[in-house]
């Protein structure tokens, strides 16, 4: 049993973006700001992103976690906070799932993902791409040639290369 007594475990067929040792991983986090109560206040979390500066490092998950802090205000126990986290992510076998991954990595609410945003995303999951891949991406692979995936494009990808 963990500090403060049980704790709800999140559903794994719920959380389909995590394996279960991603699961363990971000509970040990997650337990750091417990302080063994029920709920864990998600905005100390965001303060001690904010003292990392997550927001510039990691913004993806900086702002879904701020997503979370705004719908759960009272806090969050872990199973809460990851099915959330999930919910928030969308998934890549529908359309709506899709739509809400384009929103969650459209962070800043332009309505469109370009190449500079591709590059931090591309960074934060540890991968390296080139400007030219990244342009022959966005222009063949996405059919947008004026540099500028929007939810549309983004939608029929997803859906084409997971079908």
């Known amino acids: 049993m963990a500090r403060g007594g049980y704790k709800p475990m999140p559903d794994m067929n719920r959380i389909r973006n995590f394996t279960e040792d991603d699961v363990l991983i971000i509970q040990q986090g997650f337990e750091v700001f417990d302080h063994g ?8 979390i965001m303060g001690y992103l904010d003292s990392i500066n997550a927001s510039e490092k990691f913004p993806t998950v900086y702002n ?11 806090g969050a126990n872990f199973k809460t ?6 919910m928030y992510l969308g998934s890549v076998e529908t359309k709506s799932g899709a739509q809400k991954l384009f929103d ?4 800043d609410e332009n309505q469109f993902l370009d190449k500079e945003r591709l590059k ?28 500028k995936i929007d939810s549309d494009a983004f939608v029929r990808m997803i859906l084409k290369v997971n079908r």
């Open 37 to 44: 109560k029920q709920l864990t206040d998600i905005n100390e």
């Open 104 to 107: 969650a990595l459209d962070y």
């Open 64 to 74: 879904l976690i701020g997503k979370i802090a705004e719908a759960c205000p009272k």
């Open 81 to 86: 906070f990851l099915e959330t986290f999930q």
């Open 120 to 147: 931090i995303l591309a960074k934060e999951i540890g991968e390296k791409i080139t400007d030219e891949e990244l342009d022959y991406l966005i222009e063949e692979g996405y059919n947008c040639p004026n540099g």
